[in-house]
């Protein structure tokens, strides 16, 4: 899925560049399928879920599997929690 870290005392907010210093990038892309599904099918999957955020950013920092089919997520614990969050935030805004 998903996982990201802000570059000193940048913007709060997620971004490409949080998501490529955090290395998402190198399982996932915007709009296409790599390893992971493309971030707009993440927002779009989650998009009615109240507590989407959240549980995106859990499964960020401690991963997961069987969501996306047979190949898991890898746990990322060097993103910290808040950043995870601005990172989930940022995906759901992609649909």
Known sequence: ?????????????????????????????????????AFREVARRYANRADAATHLARKIREGGSGAWGAVPMAANPHVSEADAKRLAQWVLTLK
């Open 1 to 37: 899925m998903v996982a990201c870290a802000l570059v000193g005392t940048a913007s709060a907010h997620a971004s490409p560049e949080l998501a490529q210093s955090s290395r998402c990038l190198a399982c996932h892309q915007v709009d296409r399928k790599v390893v992971g599904p």
